[in-house]
């Protein structure tokens, strides 16, 4: 069966960075666009970046020039760097499958001022 697991998450200072891995297994991964989506505490989730299987990237406003989407199709991994982290990117963070609407478990990232 289709799984996702997200790894790589932890507390970081401001400014610091992280790469978030989501790892896929249980279907052919380089036939399917992925997206990476965050949930804050008390608000609701949102798209933070997305990738298609041609590799082509688009960025929610507010991570535009300093989060990298990327994907391994050799390794069924789909990677996300963040860099300049800011406390308003605190949340926790999932990995998506488009089609049929997989999610990932989510990892939790913590920017501390």
């Known amino acids: 069966q289709v799984q996702l697991v997200e790894s790589g998450g932890g507390l970081v200072q401001v400014g610091g960075s992280l790469r978030l891995s989501c790892a896929a297994s249980g279907y052919i991964f380089s036939i399917y666009g992925m997206s990476w989506y965050r949930q804050a505490p008390g608000k609701q989730r949102e798209l933070v970046a997305t990738?298609?299987?041609?590799?082509?990237?688009n960025y929610a406003d507010s991570v535009k020039g300093r989060f990298t989407i990327s994907r391994d199709n050799a390794k069924n991994t789909m990677y996300l760097q963040m860099n300049s982290l800011k406390p308003e990117d605190t949340g926790v963070y999932y990995c998506?499958?488009?089609?049929?609407?997989?999610w990932g478990q989510g990892t939790q990232v913590t920017v501390s001022s």
């Open positions: 998506r499958r488009e089609a049929y609407n997989y």
């Open positions: 990738i298609t299987k041609f590799s082509g990237t």
